[in-house]
């Protein structure tokens, strides 16, 4: 089954067996930042530095207001086909000409199209890297839930849908699995992608014994962050005092949590940071035993490999992507619901040397997705892109 792909992959040890021409195609890029514009950035700048000729097609606009035209964002030249549009959205209604007119001319090799629940940008570029006859992949970056996978099965049934030569992947098995369901397709796992060095840190360890949890995540709904900081609150009442527990980042949702954690006199047990950058982030980690997460939407789960490459054990929903890499039990522990995950965090209160076992595995083992696993997952995947393009083409 395609969501298996990612074990049945050989690997060379080696990134790039040829240089070829590479155009990622995704609705949104820097100056957004977000979890897809981050690892297209991440997976453009890696594949330059492996001696590829590497451009980006986006509907965001550049600084500026540069809506149409060429920039580069960190070295990499970027095509921008951008409309104006309220709040920006990367939406072009030309889209499929634009995108065919610039594969042409830059006689790219292959179009990696990244898309997320609703990209008609993405689509627009399948569509025109199909009538180029440029060997494509499309990785989904998100989870589709049940609109979203109706919504993509009608579109490809269209002209211009997906088959016919395009290899499909997600970032993730449970994304994955939900694609495979929606487009009746093999889909592999093409995971983001890590640089293990820049997240190992020097664990300070706390003198009272404390449990120190920590979150990294948007406040939005589809994180969950409510039913996160009722998991955090049920866990520390019933560990008596010994968890701590601090939640890093910002969004819709911040009122609202400040507002519980005030409710139930939280604030000298849950610390809510706001915004961080990576670095204060990585300090934060240095003082962490724990990381969790509630979320069932994630198809990934960037922040949680971050704290596991770190070294901390990780929490979190088995049906979520992180389950991709947390074996319940070495790299963490998974749960089927929110009771059991504060299970888990008063197991790991309880067990020391379950705790221990993992922390020591997660700073001795460099996690899967290390970035050149994951470039020579995404190069397999090139070529049986190519593959399938000489096949279609009879």
């Known amino acids: ?15 790039y067996r040829h240089s070829v021409r590479i155009a990622h195609i995704t609705d949104c890029f820097a100056p957004r930042t977000g979890g897809i514009e981050t690892q297209v950035q991440g997976l453009a700048e890696r594949q330059m530095a492996a001696g590829h000729e590497v451009r980006v097609i986006t509907a965001t606009p550049g600084v500026d207001e540069n809506r149409s035209g060429r920039d580069e964002v960190a070295g990499i030249p970027v095509m921008r086909v951008a409309a104006r549009l309220p709040f920006d959205l990367p939406v072009h209604p030309n889209t499929r000409a634009h995108v065919l007119d610039f594969l042409r001319r830059e006689r790219i090799d292959v179009a990696h199209v990244h898309a997320g629940a609703a990209s008609p940008f993405a689509w627009g570029g399948i569509r025109a890297a199909r009538q180029a006859r440029v060997p494509t992949v499309v990785t989904v970056h998100s989870m589709w839930d049940a609109v979203t996978r109706g919504g993509n099965r009608f579109l490809d049934r269209t002209a211009w849908g997906m088959g016919s030569g395009v290899i499909l992947s997600a970032v993730g098995s449970a994304a994955a699995a939900r694609v495979e369901e929606a487009l009746r397709q093999p889909v592999l796992v093409l995971p983001n992608g890590i640089e293990p060095d820049e997240w190992q840190v020097n664990h300070l360890p706390d003198p009272d014994h404390v449990i120190r949890v920590v979150s990294v995540l948007r406040l939005a709904p589809r994180k969950r962050v409510l039913p996160l900081v009722t998991v955090l609150h049920r866990a520390i009442a019933a560990s008596g005092g010994r ?91 998974l749960a089927n619901d929110d009771a059991g995950l504060v299970g888990a965090l008063l197991d790991l209160a309880n067990d020391h040397e379950l705790l221990k076992r993992i922390l020591d595995h997660n700073g001795s083992v460099t996690p899967e997705q290390a970035w050149p696993h994951v470039l020579d997952l995404v190069d397999s995947a090139y070529d049986e892109a190519r593959g399938a393009r000489r096949r279609a083409l009879g």
């Open 1 to 15: 089954m395609g969501t298996t792909a990612l074990c049945r992959t050989l690997f060379t040890g080696v990134a």
């Open 243 to 333: 968890i701590r527990a601090t939640i890093i980042g910002d969004g819709p949702e911040s009122g609202r949590v400040d507002r519980y954690i005030e409710r139930h006199d939280l604030t000298d047990v849950i610390t809510v940071t706001g915004r961080l950058t990576r670095p204060r982030i990585r300090a934060h980690f240095a003082t962490s035993d724990v990381f969790v997460q509630a979320s069932v939407r994630e198809s990934f789960g960037i922040a949680a490999l971050e704290a596991r490459t770190a070294g901390l054990a990780v929490v979190a929903r088995s049906q979520s992507g992180t389950a991709d890499f947390v074996t319940n039990g070495v790299e963490g522990l």
